[in-house]
């Protein structure tokens, strides 16, 4: 079929970068990028039912029965696939074969959730320091997918991942997102981190069935226009970060410009703080829905419609909420840490993956009838900074996430900021860090933000921390933004 075509096209593009760089494999691999670059464009105008993969029905058939599952059947299903994950641990990847032999660790014989609290929890820099003993060995490299996380504290985490997975998350977000109104078939505003090459700073993306507008330019002109078009296609659901809506909201108001009538505002990747909520909410007059999850696909939680508790996903991952002193929280308004482990990664599985992130525990039931355990609230670690541009536009730190490569070579990095359209990376580099790492990073920012902001480099052996000793992914001396 068509659509199978051009994913295998794409994969053998991917196979074809790896292989030797000789005159004949360079041809070759042009010719392909060629065809594909031709193809993709009447690829991209399916209907999502025909370029979705099975994975991603698969998952959607799956939570449109399992979300209605009682307590045991629920318990039944996520000990089962934590078997099975485990279980392929033990017998292909390096890290868990030497630790399931350390401590005696049998995974045949996990017959409780509770059972995996014999292994030691798993921390970030465990995986930094050695990605390879985490790489399934079964699997070859022509099925992994590499990204990285996008580095709160400063530091990105290399991840890999099976091609073709992103339609399981997909699936998933559109499970949590269905429970307000949200279908594929309708429209959705996205004012997130992606690049848009128009003048207009906005595009239709056919893909996603949204349009997508940069919120690298939030400026008076812009944010009018942007406005306009949203009330003219009457979009019903806005995707966004809760920094960028509210900063959507302030240019609105200072214009007195009344917000477009959305349905419902999707907002994640960042905290959403104690009376944000409320004023989102107050200013466009339509429910906030809001949801937690991280790149490295451990813990899937998110609200429903009749609660702003956070619903986790036991078909996504085995969740633990560990508090300081190791121990978990059982008993609701109690907080821990979340502690993920993956149940459909098996290229690089995470086991007791300790987030560093936290949340509080909710009640014991919801009454929209799902048995999911519940969240009263969580928190990450992306605290809505702000870098201001020459346009006195207002970018959100988390739209400059970077979930490629261009990282790898720098141990650590941080932005500092003393005047507005200009600002001071600074990086601890890796030995291994060259020219081209320098070249490629400030590509990289360049295609997100265009002109708004100029970037310089300064390459430090460490990096600032606050007067109590917390890092900041961000230092700014501007006078509308000082630092506490």
């Known amino acids: 079929m068509f659509f199978a075509a051009i994913e295998g096209l794409t994969r053998l593009c991917a196979i074809l970068e790896t292989a030797s760089q000789s005159k004949q494999m360079k041809s070759l691999l042009e010719t392909a990028a060629h065809v594909k670059t031709r193809v993709r464009p009447l690829y991209d105008r399916l209907p999502q039912q025909l370029r979705a993969f099975g994975l991603y029905w698969q998952t959607l058939s799956l939570l449109r029965e399992s979300q209605y599952w009682d307590e045991g059947r629920l318990a039944e299903y996520e000990v089962t696939q934590l078997r099975r994950m485990l279980q392929h641990c033990a017998a292909n990847v390096p890290y868990y074969q030497k630790l399931f032999r350390q401590v005696g660790f049998d995974p045949n014989k996990l017959r409780h959730a509770d059972d995996l609290a014999n292994l030691t929890t798993l921390d970030k820099e465990t995986v930094r320091s050695g990605p390879q003993d985490f790489l399934a060995q079964n699997i070859p490299e022509s099925k992994r997918n590499y990204y990285t996380t996008g580095g709160t504290m400063g530091q990105p985490l290399g991840l890999y991942g099976l091609r073709g997975a992103g339609w399981r998350e997909r699936a998933f977000i559109e499970t949590q997102w269905a ?49 306009a078009v949203m009330k003219k296609r009457n979009i019903p659901f806005l995707h966004t970060y809760p920094s960028a809506a509210l900063d959507f ?22 905290n959403l703080y104690p009376g944000q909520r409320e004023w989102i909410e107050s200013f466009y007059g339509c429910r906030v829905f809001s949801w937690y999850g991280h790149s490295e696909d451990t813990v899937l939680a998110g609200e429903c419609e009749v609660s702003q508790n956070y619903h986790i996903f036991p078909e996504y991952g085995f969740v633990e909420i560990l508090k300081e002193d190791g121990r978990p929280a059982t008993d609701e308004g109690e907080a821990g840490e979340l502690v993920g482990t993956t149940l459909y990664n098996p290229v690089m599985p995470l086991v007791r993956y300790r987030t ?19 969240l009263k609230e969580t928190r990450g670690r992306w605290l809505q900074e702000m870098i201001i541009g020459k346009l006195n536009n207002r970018i959100s730190i988390t739209a400059l996430n970077m ?33 081209d790492d320098s070249n490629a990073i400030l590509t990289a920012f360049k295609e997100k933000m265009g002109d708004t902001v100029d970037i310089k480099l300064k390459f430090v052996n460490e990096l600032s921390l606050t007067e109590r000793g917390k890092f900041r992914f961000i230092i700014q001396d501007l006078p509308q933004a000082k630092n506490e």
């Open 403 to 435: 979930h490629s490569a261009v990282f790898d070579n720098v141990h650590q990095f941080q932005f500092y900021q003393r005047e507005k359209g200009s600002v001071e990376l600074r990086l601890v580099r890796k030995p291994s860090y060259s020219a």
């Open 249 to 270: 909201a302030r240019i609105l108001k200072d214009a007195n410009i009344p917000p477009p009538r959305f349905e419902v505002l999707l907002l994640g990747s960042e």
């Open 179 to 227: 429970r307000v109104g949200f279908n594929r078939t309708r429209l959705r505003a996205m004012l997130k981190g992606a690049v848009v090459k128009s003048k207009s700073h906005y595009t239709y993306d056919v893909r996603e069935h949204a349009f997508v507008f940069s919120n690298f330019h939030l400026t008076p002109d812009t944010v009018a226009n942007y406005a």
């Open 356 to 374: 560093g992130d936290w949340a509080v525990l909710g009640p014991k039931s919801c009454s929209c009838g799902r048995k999911y355990r519940l």
